[in-house]
């Protein structure tokens, strides 16, 4: 199973709007709305952002919005913020009943 | 308070085995799956395997398939990951994690433990 295709980088100004895709196949991305999105801090643990699509754990901003069409899922900041910055990886379940992550984006914010 | 907190990781010579633990806090144990997911050194995260309730449906990435052996004790709270025949390309920080009940997703993550394998 190769890894879903994410930008390496993504940067943005404090207030900017970014979108982050996740690109996959119709064996993963494209077969369940099992898309997840997990922030990363260097030197920390993932944490969860973005469920089965477009789901919002309690206490995560509602500036964290996520999206999918056909084979590619989005995850879009709005009102970036200093502590936005961090490592994004995506998720999906596969026709495999495995699941597989995406290459990882690394946001920057200017 | 959910609490995951790994142990067991450490260097170990390629074809060796090493036995990873989760124990896990604040949470009916039994009641969730549980996974186990792979960071390689300064790169990205990779799905290793997953485990429901009660054990009765387990899956592997097909890199660790027939090598790696999830399992665990709901009386202890603890998730297990037996690794054998490890290989150089094994090597990274290991964490385990909690699935959303019901949904797919990962709420909690433990701190990771680091697995090196080298000679």
């Known amino acids: 199973q190769s890894a879903l295709t994410q930008p390496a980088s993504v940067s943005g100004s404090p207030g900017q709007s970014i979108t982050i895709s996740c690109t996959g196949t119709s064996s993963d991305v494209g077969s369940y709305n099992y898309i997840s999105w997990y922030q990363q801090h260097p030197g920390k643990a993932p944490k969860l952002m973005i469920y089965?699509?477009?789901n919002r754990p309690s206490g995560v901003p509602d500036r964290f919005s996520g999206s999918k069409s056909g084979n590619t899922a989005s995850l879009t900041i709005t009102g970036l913020q200093a502590e936005d910055e961090a490592d994004y990886y995506c998720r999906s379940y596969t026709t495999s009943s495995t699941f597989v992550f995406g290459t990882g984006t690394k946001v920057t914010v200017l | 308070e959910v609490q995951l907190v790994e142990s067991g990781g450490g260097l170990v010579q390629p074809g060796g085995s090493l036995r990873l633990s989760c124990t896990a806090s604040?949470?009916?144990?039994?009641?969730?799956?549980m996974h186990w997911i792979r960071q390689d050194p300064g790169k990205g995260l990779v799905w290793v395997s997953r485990?429901?309730?009660?054990?009765?449906?387990?899956s592997y990435a097909d890199s660790v398939k027939g090598r790696f052996t999830i399992s665990r004790d709901n009386a202890k709270n603890t998730l297990y990951l037996q690794m054998n025949s490890l290989r150089a390309e094994d090597t990274g920080v290991y964490y385990c994690?909690?699935?959303?009940?019901?949904?797919?997703?990962?709420?909690?993550w433990g701190q990771g433990t680091l697995v090196t394998v080298s000679s």
């Open positions: 994690a909690r699935g959303i009940r019901g949904r797919y997703g990962n709420d909690y």
């Open positions: 089965e699509v477009s």
């Open positions: 485990i429901n309730g009660d054990g009765s449906r387990i």
């Open positions: 604040g949470f009916t144990f039994g009641d969730y799956w």
